[in-house]
């Protein structure tokens, strides 16, 4: 198994040294390697962002699906495998993946196990990649408010150490409710939520993942806490900066941005006949309105 993971241990360890030592002026060791495990994070969400964009694209082209996903359950309710199979068919056709909202979390798993293996290693005074020689003494030192960084909560008897890990825990686990249901509530189009696929599939992530964080955070070092709550709240940030600025149509976000267009006087706005949500319609721009000669009377 190492032979297999050898270069992901390189490459962490890697990103780790070279920031420890960029940061050598400072001559604190808790900041290196702190900040080592923070550019990580930074150096592989920016590598994924081609993965996010995929996401969001996936997202709400199963948005536009849902009419037809409702019709398959509806008309093969009786028969779940048929509608299995329908549902295939119709992702086929329409060449979208309904796990793509987890490619993130699964291209991030490699690198989040070699990190979690680097650090614990630190902990058993055994050198992974290049944490080796006076590298792996000097992680050993290294503290992150007092805790060190390959320790465990169910690793540790200090008591400052289970107070920052529980600290890192709670954060963790409090972004990933807070992203997913930022999400739910201003991100997707406001749909009928009985019998909704995609909408239960969203409901089940919203408690799920944060539950997860939870249990298995208690055998993470705070090294690895530090690497999962970061980029969560970089997924925390993506997200929010995607939905203010570029929201899915049919959203509440979306139709925020449409009613703050409207009032600027960028688009025309009209009201439902039916009452309740508006009706924008873009007014074509950077084209100046022509007068119209009138007919000189004879």
Same mark, same amino acid.
């Given at each position: ?7 992901? /241990? !390189? ?8 920031? +420890?030592?960029?940061?050598?002026? !400072? ?18 969400? =920016? ?20 009419? +037809?996903?409702? &019709? ?23 060449? !979208? ?10 291209? %991030? ?14 902990? %058993? ?15 050993? &030192?290294? +503290? ?30 409090? $972004?990933?409710? !807070?992203? *997913?249901?930022?999400? @739910?509530?201003?991100? @997707?189009?406001? @749909? ?5 696929? @995609? ?7 919203? /408690? ?22 970061? $980029? ?5 940030? *993506?997200?929010? /900066?995607? =939905? ?10 979306? &139709? ?10 960028? =688009? ?16 074509? $721009? ?13």
């Amino acid at each position: 198994m190492d032979s297999i993971l050898n270069p992901l /241990y !390189t490459a962490v360890s890697w990103v780790l040294v070279t920031f +420890h030592d960029l940061l050598s002026f !400072t001559n604190n060791k808790d900041l290196q390697w702190s900040v080592g495990i923070i550019a990580l994070v930074i150096l592989i969400r =920016i590598i994924l962002i081609p993965l996010f964009v995929k996401q969001i694209k996936s997202q709400r082209a199963l948005t536009a699906l849902a009419p +037809h996903m409702k &019709e398959i359950q509806k008309k093969y309710k009786d028969d779940r495998q048929k509608q299995s199979e329908e549902m295939m068919k119709l992702y086929r056709e329409h060449k !979208t993946n309904p796990l793509a909202s987890c490619f993130p979390i699964l291209a %991030q798993a490699p690198i989040f196990f070699a990190l979690f293996w680097v650090l614990n290693s630190i902990s %058993q005074n055994q050198g992974r990649g290049l944490m080796k020689g006076e590298y792996l003494a000097s992680a050993r &030192e290294a +503290h992150f408010f007092g805790a060190p960084l390959s320790s465990t909560f169910l690793g540790s008897s200090d008591l400052n150490t289970k107070i920052v890990t529980i600290a890192l825990i709670f954060f963790m686990s409090a $972004t990933t409710f !807070t992203t *997913q249901r930022q999400l @739910m509530v201003k991100g @997707m189009p406001k @749909m009928d939520s009985s019998n909704n696929l @995609m909408l239960q599939q969203q409901k089940v992530m919203l /408690y799920l993942f944060p539950i997860i964080f939870a249990v298995s955070g208690v055998n993470f070092p705070i090294g690895v806490l530090i690497y999962w709550s970061t $980029t969560n709240l970089w997924t925390w940030g *993506q997200q929010f /900066y995607v =939905i203010k600025r570029n929201p899915t149509p049919g959203s509440p976000a979306y &139709e925020e941005l449409q009613r703050k267009k409207a009032a600027k006087g960028l =688009i025309d706005e009209k009201q439902n006949p039916e009452g309740g949500s508006t009706i924008v319609e873009n007014q074509p $721009t950077g084209q100046r309105k022509q007068p119209k000669r009138k007919k000189k009377r004879r």
